[in-house]
């Protein structure tokens, strides 16, 4: 009886405070002007890339397919978590309705799963490239490339309607205040009055599926690359394939080392700075050097890119 009292004494959160990067206004007028540019130039990239691909025959490829899904993922990925950290800098300390919360979550898991998966399809492309080029044909064909990339996505949608039911199902009872730019798995745990241990286990599972498989696959499949490139007899060659099995790999592994240490850890994570910290890492830096790295960099894109520019 007293039980069912104090459960019902309990006032439902109906609004969470998300207190953003900095309380100081000085410092939050620089970071506004930073973060919308970075925003915008986040945009233009990966809207150039999806414009080129799909206007020109020769970049139909599954390679440029793959860039082209992610320059799509991209451009939704960093507008579900920008727009909060932008109006957090403008206004300060900002109210979002417990709904609005929730479904912010729902995007920001199913995008960032659907990120990992596709990120390990696209080595896998490569490797198959270079290391089984006379299979490739077969090996990428349309079904296999289609059932890849659909796999991605419907796999983030599976698995973030999961964990985002479980963290919705939670208690909170107050406090209500939220040290970070987005709702975010984390400081949405901290917050509840109910036991978490089950929902915190579900996270930490899909975590190490998600990301640390997605990972392996990643790491054997440049690994494979590397052996075959050292094996290659022109030394120009092996220069090019280097040169761009680095580049990847470096933003491979700036985004699954941050989105590893937050989310693969069977523990809630206490140190909500760092978090952000981290959070701006694989939310804002890496979907705008995507684009370069794997793409603005490419000889082929480049020769389409020059040539759209003439013809115009």
């Not at 991209?74 to 932008?86: D, F, H, N, Q």
């Not at 979550?105 to 270079?130: G, Q």
Request: charged letters at 10%; proline letters at 4%.
């Amino acid at each position: 009886m007293e039980r069912s009292l104090e459960l019902g004494n309990m006032t439902r959160v109906q609004h969470f405070v998300l207190l953003g990067l900095s309380t100081s206004l000085g410092i939050r007028d620089v970071l506004f002007a930073v973060f919308l540019t970075l925003y915008l130039l986040t945009l233009l990239e990966n809207t150039l890339i999806i414009y080129l691909i799909c206007s020109h025959r020769e970049l139909h490829k599954p390679m440029y397919f793959f860039l082209g899904n992610l320059s799509c993922l991209e451009m939704c990925y960093v507008s579900v978590t920008m727009p909060s950290l932008l109006v957090g800098l403008w206004t300060g300390p900002c109210h979002v309705p417990f709904t609005t919360c929730m479904t912010q979550l729902f995007f920001f898991i199913s995008l960032i799963c659907t990120e990992c998966t596709l990120l390990a399809s696209m080595a896998y492309d490569r490797y198959v490239a270079i290391c089984h080029p006379l299979h490739y044909p077969l090996l990428m064909r349309p079904q296999v490339f289609l059932g890849l990339a659909m796999t991605s996505w419907f796999g983030g949608l599976l698995v973030s309607v999961i964990k985002t039911a479980c963290i919705a199902s939670l208690s909170y009872c107050g406090p209500n205040v939220l040290n970070h730019f987005f709702c975010d798995v984390s400081p949405l745990l901290n917050l509840s009055c109910t036991h978490v241990a089950l929902t915190e286990l579900v996270d930490f599972i899909s975590a190490i599926v998600i990301l640390w498989g997605s990972l392996i696959i990643a790491i054997a499949s440049y690994v494979a690359i590397v052996r075959a490139v050292l094996h290659m007899p022109s030394a120009a060659a092996r220069c090019k394939a280097f040169s761009t099995c680095a580049s990847h790999l470096i933003v491979v592994g700036i985004f699954y080392s941050a989105t590893i240490f937050i989310y693969a850890r069977p523990n809630r994570i206490e140190a909500m700075d760092l978090n952000k910290v981290l959070s701006v890492i694989y939310t804002v830096v890496t979907p705008m050097c995507n684009p370069v790295i794997y793409c603005l960099r490419n000889k082929e894109v480049q020769a389409v890119f020059h040539r759209t520019i003439h013809s115009s």
